[in-house]
């Protein structure tokens, strides 16, 4: 079973889509190259000190799981299920999915999208 742990970049790029603040992740993905410099993949890191993430540069933000509940709303919360992962926040029905992360994802889009998170558009 492969654990995830962040956003994936797909994902990534979807929430930075929907103008959430790159500054709330807390981690992200930087090229991975080649010794020729070719770029051969991301390799996902933990955000350094300064907080300061380089979209322009190659690096896509992430988010933790951690990360993703404290954009919610307090009252948040994921609960196991039989088959999957509920998330539930205060405006919404739950949302589920296979993973925490995953359902966290959707439940934060869904927050973004019906102006219950405030992003920088």
Known sequence: MSTKIRT???????????GLDPNTADMFYTFNRDFNGNIIGFLPSPLVSDGFIDIDGGEI???????LLELMPIGSHIEKKKNCYACYAVYTKPLESSTPIEAAFETVCWLIEHGY???NK
């Open 8 to 18: 994936s970049i797909e994902q990534s790029k979807k929430l930075l889509s929907l």
């Open 61 to 67: 933000p992430c988010w933790s799981l951690t990360a």
């Open 117 to 119: 998170i405030k992003v």
